[in-house]
């Protein structure tokens, strides 16, 4: 179910992939939806949605506004929308969205906030 | 979906700086900046922009390129394409319409065997051009001969060409006279 909605929905607006051999060590910064099937380390930080497919290996700090993690992330991600972790994905690192969905075989360590208006506040 | 697996894309609002590495074919809309390694082709489009330094296997370039670029196969620079920095390939394509600023370094270029025989066929024409300056012959084996000079000394092949339409308007002004001494 899960797998279909991925292939169609996000692929038509996604313009970039960052294809499974490919290894980033830096800052990427956009726009548009960002698919990461390789190794990216640094800083990610987009307006649209961020796809870590299941070969995908981050080490970066993480500012979206979707994010959906069937890969791997070592690193803090921040969405102001959604943060997804699929099933056999392993993330540590704190996430902080309003919105957060971890899925049955996700693997994760960290804090998770969800109410950023609060904190925010406090 | 196929399109997906082994291709990355850097879609046009995305910036990557720092260094990018990788072993697929490389698409880029967008920016990146830094350094770009490749194991195979990287293709900038007309959107893209690379402040970087680059190594791949072949690299084609339609956007825009700043940096050197060392490839171990090819280097084109399509109609739309504009690059500024040094170009190490074997293979350089450049094509009309293309601007490019740099160096183009193709490896060894086997260029001492052609000088040298240049250098001997130059000294083998002039003597057969100067005897020859007041005879008829002279004209056909002009032609070839300055070409060859004009690459390296300008001004001694522009002097010798001149000298041989003398004759011509020697004869003329012969004729002139001839007609004069008639009436």
Same mark, same amino acid.
């Given at each position: 179910m899960a797998g279909i909605e991925k292939a169609s929905a996000p692929r038509s607006g996604a313009h970039t992939v960052i294809g499974?051999?490919?290894?980033?060590?830096?800052?990427?910064?956009?726009?548009?939806?960002?698919?990461?099937?390789?190794?990216?380390?640094?800083?990610?930080?987009?307006?649209?949605?961020?796809?870590?497919?299941?070969s995908g290996v981050i080490e970066a700090d993480i500012e979206t506004a979707n994010v959906e993690v069937s890969?791997?992330?070592?690193?803090?991600?921040?969405?102001?929308?959604?943060?997804e972790l699929k099933a056999d994905c392993k993330v540590v690192g704190d996430i902080r969205a309003p919105r957060i969905l971890i899925a049955d075989g996700a693997v994760f360590k960290g804090n998770v906030d969800m109410d950023v208006k609060a904190t925010k506040g406090k | 979906m196929a399109t997906l697996d082994g291709s990355t894309i850097i879609g046009e609002s995305i910036l990557i700086s720092g260094s990018l590495a990788g072993d697929e074919d490389l698409t880029v809309?967008?920016?990146?900046?830094? +350094? @770009? +390694? @490749?194991?195979?082709? @990287?293709?900038?489009?007309? +959107?893209?922009?690379?402040?970087?330094?680059?190594?791949?296997? $072949?690299?084609?370039?339609?956007?825009?390129?700043?940096? $050197?670029?060392?490839?171990?196969?090819?280097?084109?620079? +399509?109609r739309e394409g504009r690059m500024v920095g040094d170009i190490a390939a074997p293979r350089v394509i450049i094509v009309d319409g293309a601007s490019f600023r740099g160096r183009i370094d193709m490896g060894e270029v086997d260029v001492g065997g052609e000088r040298s025989a240049r250098e001997e066929g130059r000294p083998m024409a002039r003597p057969v051009a100067r005897p020859s300056l007041p005879s008829r012959p002279a004209p056909a084996v002009k032609p070839a001969e300055p070409r060859k000079v004009e690459e390296k000394s300008a001004a001694p092949a522009l002097a010798r060409p001149a000298v041989p339409p003398?004759?011509?308007?020697?004869?003329?002004?012969?004729?002139?006279?001839?007609?004069?001494?008639?009436?």
């Amino acid at each position: 179910m899960a797998g279909i909605e991925k292939a169609s929905a996000p692929r038509s607006g996604a313009h970039t992939v960052i294809g499974s051999s490919i290894v980033i060590d830096g800052e990427i910064s956009g726009d548009e939806d960002l698919v990461i099937q390789g190794t990216v380390k640094g800083r990610i930080s987009l307006k649209e949605s961020l796809y870590v497919e299941s070969s995908g290996v981050i080490e970066a700090d993480i500012e979206t506004a979707n994010v959906e993690v069937s890969g791997q992330v070592t690193g803090n991600i921040a969405a102001s929308d959604k943060v997804e972790l699929k099933a056999d994905c392993k993330v540590v690192g704190d996430i902080r969205a309003p919105r957060i969905l971890i899925a049955d075989g996700a693997v994760f360590k960290g804090n998770v906030d969800m109410d950023v208006k609060a904190t925010k506040g406090k | 979906m196929a399109t997906l697996d082994g291709s990355t894309i850097i879609g046009e609002s995305i910036l990557i700086s720092g260094s990018l590495a990788g072993d697929e074919d490389l698409t880029v809309r967008g920016r990146v900046e830094g +350094t @770009l +390694t @490749l194991t195979r082709t @990287l293709v900038v489009e007309p +959107t893209g922009m690379v402040k970087a330094e680059v190594q791949v296997k $072949n690299c084609v370039i339609a956007g825009v390129v700043v940096g $050197n670029v060392t490839a171990s196969e090819s280097v084109e620079i +399509t109609r739309e394409g504009r690059m500024v920095g040094d170009i190490a390939a074997p293979r350089v394509i450049i094509v009309d319409g293309a601007s490019f600023r740099g160096r183009i370094d193709m490896g060894e270029v086997d260029v001492g065997g052609e000088r040298s025989a240049r250098e001997e066929g130059r000294p083998m024409a002039r003597p057969v051009a100067r005897p020859s300056l007041p005879s008829r012959p002279a004209p056909a084996v002009k032609p070839a001969e300055p070409r060859k000079v004009e690459e390296k000394s300008a001004a001694p092949a522009l002097a010798r060409p001149a000298v041989p339409p003398a004759p011509v308007a020697m004869g003329s002004v012969k004729r002139k006279v001839l007609v004069k001494t008639k009436k």
